[in-house]
Nanobody
Framework: QVQLVESGGGLVQAGDSLRLSCAAS????????MGWFRQAPGKEREFVAA????????RYANSVKGRFTISRDNAKNTVYLQMNSVKPEDTAVYFC?????????????????WGQGTQVTVSS
């Protein structure tokens, strides 16, 4: 069982930067691929970024490529999402997610564990 707790959300202006963190419980963190999804009001949950267990491979949605960076620190059981040059359309609840033994899935059903989410609001 893995528990995920996100932090770092808030209200920022367009063009600003923000870093989300996700702290994971358990002793097998490095065996889990990690991901970030987001969900805006009235919209489906969408893939943002994913990272392999070792951190050596990453994948991004086209909408955030070049602006967002996913990383992880396995010694701290934490995954990060660095968000640069944010836009109003990045406004959403951001969810951290984990899957054991694989990585890179871009649909919610491929993940086993979810955090409670953290709100990111970007004003224009």
């Amino acid at each position: 069982q893995v528990q995920l707790v996100e932090s770092g959300g808030g209200l920022v202006q367009a063009g600003d930067s923000l870093r989300l963190s996700c702290a994971a419980s358990g002793r097998t963190f490095s065996s889990h691929g990690m991901g970030w999804f987001r969900q805006a009001p009235g919209k489906e949950r969408e893939f943002v970024a994913a990272i392999s267990g070792s951190g050596g491979s990453t994948r991004y949605a086209n909408s955030v490529k070049g602006r967002f960076t996913i990383s992880r620190d396995n010694a701290k059981n934490t995954v990060y999402l660095q968000m640069n040059s944010v836009k109003p359309e990045d406004t959403a609840v951001y969810f951290c997610t984990a899957v054991y033994g694989s990585w890179g899935g871009q649909t919610p059903r491929t993940y086993d564990y979810w955090g409670q989410g953290t709100q990111v609001t970007v004003s224009s």
